[in-house]
């Protein structure tokens, strides 16, 4: 293989290569377009109005806090059924997760770390790492996400 078609066909496989990363990005594009989108229904809605602020001034996986969550869990049922980003929404859990539902749910602990008491995705991994059941290489796969996007 001479020089130039060698360049050609490494041109060739980057090009592919953007094409399949690019339909990735679409796909979570559309994800943050439709994220939460429940959270609008009549099932959801009147729960996380009344009780979203009382969740925000708690501490994420505080004794407070799960006691509000158990006041919401009518529309968390409903929520985790409709919203595959959750854990709850699949048989197996954290293990039954798509890359992409990883993905979405690392922004969306990111974004709800934003309106509680004590911003800290760190404590959130720890937190949902007892209550999915996740492994240790699995949370550092997370955190190296999270340091690559600039989230942590």
């Not at 991994?125 to 190296?144: H, I, P, S, W």
Request: aromatic share 12%.
């Amino acid at each position: 293989m001479n020089k130039l078609s060698n360049f050609l066909s490494v041109l060739v496989h980057k090009c592919w290569v953007f094409y399949y990363m690019s339909k990735i990005c679409v796909a979570l594009m559309v994800r943050a377009c439709r994220h939460d989108a429940s959270k609008f229904s009549k099932y959801e809605e009147p729960y996380f109005r009344k009780y979203s602020t009382r969740l925000g001034k708690s501490v994420y996986g505080s004794k407070e806090y799960k006691g509000h969550m158990q006041t919401i869990k009518i529309a968390l049922k409903h929520h985790y059924a409709n919203n595959s980003h959750h854990p709850e929404f699949h048989d197996n859990g954290f293990d039954d997760m798509s890359l992409l539902d990883k993905i979405e749910l690392l922004a969306d602990w990111k974004s709800a770390n934003k309106r509680h008491k004590k911003d800290d995705i760190l404590n959130s991994l720890e937190v949902n790492q007892e209550r999915f059941g996740y492994t240790d290489a699995e949370k550092e796969r997370l955190k190296k996400t999270l340091k690559e996007t600039k989230m942590l």
